[in-house]
């Protein structure tokens, strides 16, 4: 029996998978990635940063609590990024920190540092699906966004707020994902996102998150300075605030080394 090396027997897997569908979604699958990619291209390079941000969780009834923390970032040549986040403010979590590498095709790693009972505890895989904090963003929505965690789709242009977009289904990789599927409005000039759409495992639509506010960083680097994630079934959300962010700010590997949440005790 002739034995093909993994390099080779993946083309020959994506080739056969290529030749049995339809030419449309063939080319569908095509513009989905080139999309991806493209907007991947154009948030490259930027470095380091930190910022301050304000977390604003409401029940369905419409209350508020808040949150404040300070996040520090990092991007790694030829890996996932790097990210730090730590709590300031109420005095129930502060101390509180989570700490994000981000992989490609590995699974990411994940820790989350709890002051109350003075321990680091590591995310597993099958529990990144769970709320980040006690918010609407899951800790998997905490990690980077990296081409080889999805299998992507062209749907359709379509205008949102007044701006067009290419509108792209990216199915997760990961089988630990919470989500069977996303779809995300992504602007046709300048390739940022503008809304995603989550939907859970029973494909029925989970959450929506909005992105509005962008800011231009370094003439190159467009940021949202709010984000907006709506749970639609539990009615539920959590804002994300932007108040300050910096970049090139020396930043370092060591400063996202899972020891450092030892010395934020």
């Known amino acids: 029996m002739l034995q093909l090396n993994p390099g080779i027997t993946g083309i020959v897997l994506l080739v056969v998978s290529l030749l049995a569908m339809p030419a449309g979604a063939a080319a ?33 009834s419409g209350s508020e609590s808040i949150r404040r923390m300070r996040t520090l970032a990092l991007e790694v040549p030829d890996d996932g990024d790097k990210s730090l986040i730590i709590f300031d403010e109420p005095r129930d979590v502060r101390g509180s920190a989570f700490l994000s590498h981000s992989h490609p095709t590995a699974e990411d790693d994940q820790w989350l540092f709890l002051p109350a009972i003075n321990r680091t505890r590591r995310i597993a895989s099958r529990n990144k699906s769970g709320p980040f904090m006690a918010s609407e963003f899951a800790y998997e929505d905490m990690a980077s966004f990296e081409l080889e965690k999805y299998h992507f789709r062209y749907l359709r242009d379509e205008e949102v707020n007044g701006v067009m977009c290419y509108v792209i289904e990216r199915i997760p990789a990961d089988k630990f994902s919470g989500y ?4 995300a409005w992504v602007d046709k000039e300048h390739y940022r996102v503008q809304k995603i759409e989550f939907y859970d495992k ?44 910096q970049f090139n700010v020396g930043r370092s590997a060591a400063d996202f080394d899972v020891n450092i949440l030892d010395r934020l005790r």
């Open 28 to 60: 569908d699958e095509e513009k989905g990635l080139q999309i991806a990619t493209e907007q991947k291209k154009r948030d490259t390079g930027w470095g380091d940063s930190e910022s301050n941000v304000l977390m604003i969780l409401r029940d369905a």
């Open 180 to 183: 069977s599927k996303t779809i």
């Open 202 to 245: 029973k494909q029925s639509l989970l959450k929506t998150l909005t992105a509005s506010d962008y800011k231009l960083f370094l003439d190159k680097y467009w940021r949202p300075m709010l984000l907006k994630m709506q749970n639609h079934q539990t009615g539920k959300s959590t804002d994300l605030v932007v108040e300050e962010l």
